[in-house]
């Protein structure tokens, strides 16, 4: 059983840019959700996809976006990069959509902004 | 909103010794999940306990065990025979059922003393 992978491990941007990052969920997983954990802070929740679909999306604003692929992995695709974006990003798979199921974690994207 | 506050930002406790982690949170809802999640230096956040707020009984996994007081609003998590492997940030999250937005604590950084 392959566990949540994301990619890259780590990105520089500067500020004005956009990024793209990547979540591969775990095998028969049909959900993912995307979290930001600012420097010493716990992760904040930015949105989940249910079946290719958003499905809830916390405080973020729209420059925040995503997208879930068939196969069910995804992107969170940041554009027009601030400063306070740099931050440590973990998605997190699991199978059911607003049903309880555990999540399940990537090892995360360490985004810096300069 | 519902919240979740974390009033010991580091803790530190002797290998094979006992440690409790606090917990508070707020909510206007009867039903919902509580967990706890380890975060090594890895980055990968590792869920540690869940409990279900409609169970009277606390949870226990092997070492961890929780004291849940759902009146008082309280989920304290506590480790017993504390290993070296044990060192980490520890979140407690909050989720509702009835959407998919995991509340997390800022933290607590527990490190184990050999």
């Known amino acids: 059983e392959t566990g949540v992978t994301q990619s890259p491990t780590h990105l520089i941007k500067t500020r004005g840019q956009q990024v793209t990052l990547r979540c591969s969920s775990q095998?028969?997983?049909?959900?993912v959700s995307w979290y930001q954990q600012a420097l010493g802070q716990g992760p904040q929740f930015i949105f989940q996809?249910?079946?290719?679909?958003?499905?809830g999306r916390g405080n973020f604003p729209p420059r925040f976006s995503g997208l879930q692929f068939p196969n069910y992995s995804s992107e969170l695709n940041v554009n027009a990069l601030e400063l306070d974006d740099s931050a440590l990003y973990l998605c997190?798979?699991?199978?059911?959509?607003?049903?309880?199921?555990?999540?399940?974690f990537g090892p995360g994207t360490r985004l810096t902004v300069l | 909103a519902q919240t979740v506050t974390q009033s010991q930002p580091e803790m530190s406790v002797q290998e094979a010794e006992t440690v409790t982690l606090s917990c508070t949170y707020d909510?206007?809802?009867?039903?919902?999940?509580l967990f706890w999640y380890k975060q090594p230096p890895s980055r990968q956040m590792i869920l540690v306990i869940r409990?279900?707020?409609?169970?009277?009984q606390n949870a226990t996994e092997n070492r961890f065990s929780v004291n849940f007081q759902k009146a008082a609003k309280s989920f304290s998590l506590k480790i017993s025979d504390s290993q070296l492997g044990d060192a980490a940030m520890y979140f407690c999250?909050?989720?509702?059922?009835?959407?998919?937005?995991?509340?997390f604590g800022a933290g607590t950084r527990l490190t184990v003393k050999p």
């Open positions: 909510t206007s809802e009867s039903d919902y999940y």
């Open positions: 999250a909050y989720r509702s059922p009835n959407n998919n937005d995991m509340r």
């Open positions: 997190a798979s699991s199978w059911g959509g607003r049903r309880y199921n555990e999540q399940f």
């Open positions: 409990q279900e707020a409609y169970k009277q």
């Open positions: 996809y249910y079946r290719e679909e958003e499905n």
């Open positions: 095998s028969g997983h049909n959900t």
